[in-house]
Nanobody, 113 residues
Framework: QVQLAESGGGLVQTGGSLRLSCAAS????????LGWYRQAPGKQRELVAR?????TNYADSVKGRFTISRDNANVLSLRMNSLKPEDTAVYYC?????????WGKGTLVTVSS
């Protein structure tokens, strides 16, 4: 297992940018899937972006605006540009591997119009 802690959320205006970070308690290099999900009020949690051995995937709604990256062995990031009010949600880091799916507690992103 691995403990995950997200940071970097906050309040931003439409068109602004934020960078989210996910700090892991151990190296992420051996995990099969690294990803970011989000959950807006009253909605189901959805995949935003992920990194697998086959490459990166993005939700259609964030393509061209968000970039997922692994900054170092223990940190996964999500760069978010051109933010829209519909991006408002709690963002969660998720790491899968070794038969486990690990979640952080989330960080709130609020985009004002």
């Amino acid at each position: 297992q691995v403990q995950l802690a997200e940071s970097g959320g906050g309040l931003v205006q439409t068109g602004g940018s934020l960078r989210l970070s996910c700090a892991a308690s151990r190296s992420l290099s051996s995990f099969a899937t690294l990803g970011w999900y989000r959950q807006a009020p009253g909605k189901q949690r959805e995949l935003v972006a992920r990194i697998t051995s086959l490459g990166t995937n993005y939700a259609d709604s964030v393509k061209g605006r968000f970039t997922i990256s692994r900054d170092n062995a223990n940190v996964l990031s999500l760069r978010m540009n051109s933010l829209k009010p519909e991006d408002t949600a709690v963002y969660y880091c998720n790491v899968q591997g070794f038969g486990t799916s690990n979640w952080g507690k989330g960080t709130l992103v609020t985009v004002s119009s």
